[in-house]
């Protein structure tokens, strides 16, 4: 019964975690953009994986993330459990995003996997409510973040594979567009003839008698 009862309020916290712009609507001027971005990205770009030029800028996206989260734990400077959970969390978004910036400007393969925008928007999503005093960072919210991930990125990867390939998805894998092709050059195809011999172009001028 006890196990029942702690996974219920697991499940009601992630719930409270994904409400929380509700209680306090400005972390919406953060989380929409992350949104957005998610959805988007996910299924235009990464649906087959990210390539470094995409990690690169979720990685921006995350670093930009983390310093407005300083800026809110700032506003409640208070040396405390919370404060310092708050600054542990905000390194590891910083730490994050650099090393994904850093390791994607190397071409490190490293960067494909810490670097897709499904999970770099699932870390800063959760932890966002977090730093806008709406929900505690206790072990209900621990095993409620670590719980969902895998659900999170199954749905994911279920929306991407159901929906139909979006426009240009072979193109930018590296595929030809039929209307692409190269022209025959098999016969001369494409080629301007030559003048025959007999005419004056291509000759060799006469040299002068002396």
């Not at 989380?31 to 998610?38: E, G, H, K, T």
């Not at 995350?62 to 459990?81: N, P």
């Not at 806008?132 to 973040?145: E, F, Q, W």
Request: hydrophobic share 50%; aromatic share 10%; glycine share 10%.
């Amino acid at each position: 019964m006890a196990i029942a009862d702690v996974l219920v309020q697991v499940v009601v916290r992630f719930g409270q975690v994904l409400a929380a712009p509700l209680k306090n609507p400005d972390m919406l001027w953060i989380l929409i953009p992350i949104y957005v971005n998610w959805i988007f990205t996910d299924y235009l770009q990464e649906r087959k994986g990210t390539d470094f030029g995409n990690a690169i800028t979720n990685g921006v996206i995350q670093l930009w993330v983390g310093m407005d989260w300083i800026r809110q734990a700032i506003k409640q400077i208070e040396f405390s459990a919370l404060f310092v959970t708050k600054a542990i969390i905000c390194m590891i978004s910083m730490v994050w995003g650099l090393l994904i910036m850093v390791e994607g400007a190397r071409a490190k393969p490293i960067t494909h996997y810490i670097g897709r925008v499904r999970e770099v928007s699932y870390f800063m999503i959760v932890a966002t409510p977090i730093f806008y005093g709406v929900i505690a960072p206790d072990l209900i919210t621990i095993a409620a973040v670590l719980l969902f991930f895998p659900i999170w990125y199954v749905i994911g990867e279920a929306f991407d594979r159901l929906m139909p390939a979006p426009p240009g998805e072979e193109e930018s894998l590296g595929g030809v567009s039929p209307d692409l092709k190269m022209p025959d050059m098999g016969a001369g195809a494409g080629m301007p003839e030559m003048p025959s011999g007999g005419g004056d172009l291509g000759q060799m001028p006469k040299m002068p008698k002396f």
